[in-house]
């Protein structure tokens, strides 16, 4: 039921573009994007729901293809402040429970 | 506007002392709650989470329990922790709906 993340882990340059895709086994209601940084609580970045949307967020956006079940999230001119860790997490049921699972986590760190 | 307090902090406690760990929301009614844990550079796991007042639904067998006895606070517990309960607790709440999580600071918790 966890969701699939990839990469594991990323390095970039200034400036250049990253994607963090995320994948699930099941059906899903919604994606959730959240980055965290060291130490510190996760934040929401967006959340996308079933039907397939695509949403931005500043440089950061994110699609939801519903028919294969899969999210990424685009970073483009990626800037020293955006790195950290990248969880993606999903929810199946929202008529049964209300809740998201969280994907490992993918580590992004930008290099000066 | 809203707002989530957790503590404390930090913790550390022995193995085999009990546990608690209060987290409560302001500036909202009826919101979903949520804790997480988080292993030292691992992903989130969500250990239980609460739609309302003494509704709990458990995620992972455990001797981890959890409450909430008011409808803005929810309170994590353990009678005896092991060494495997060390990590970083998060709790977190979110309006009913299509809407992000907001996670508290964090508890930092070492079982020793």
């Known amino acids: 039921q966890q969701p699939v993340q990839s990469p594991q882990a990323v390095i970039l340059r200034e400036g250049e573009d990253a994607v963090i895709n995320c994948s699930s086994s099941?059906?899903?209601?919604?994606v959730h994007w959240y980055r965290q940084k060291h130490g510190e609580a996760p934040v929401f970045l967006m959340i996308?729901?079933?039907?397939?949307e695509q949403k931005g967020h500043d440089k950061i956006s994110a699609s939801f293809n519903e028919k294969k079940q899969q999210s990424s999230l685009y970073l483009t001119a990626s800037q020293l402040s955006y790195s950290g860790t990248y969880f993606c997490g999903t929810e199946i049921d929202r008529n049964r429970d209300d809740k998201i699972i969280f994907g490992k986590g993918t580590r992004l760190h930008i290099l000066p | 506007s809203q707002t989530i307090h957790q503590w404390p902090a930090t913790l550390v406690q022995p193995v085999g002392s009990p546990l608690s760990l209060e987290c409560t929301v302001e500036g909202t009614s009826n919101p979903n709650l949520y804790w997480y844990r988080q292993a030292a550079g691992r992903g989130l796991q969500l250990l239980f989470y609460?739609?309302?007042?003494?509704?709990i639904s458990s995620e992972v067998p455990q001797n981890l329990s959890a409450s909430r006895p008011q409808d803005r606070q929810f309170i994590l517990s353990s009678k005896k922790l092991l060494l495997s309960d060390s990590g970083f607790y998060l709790c977190?709440?979110?309006?009913?709906?299509?809407?992000?999580?907001?996670f508290g600071s964090g508890t930092r918790l070492t079982v020793v």
């Open positions: 099941k059906a899903l209601y919604s």
């Open positions: 996308l729901l079933k039907g397939g």
């Open positions: 977190a709440w979110s309006v009913k709906g299509n809407y992000g999580y907001t």
């Open positions: 609460s739609v309302g007042i003494g509704q």
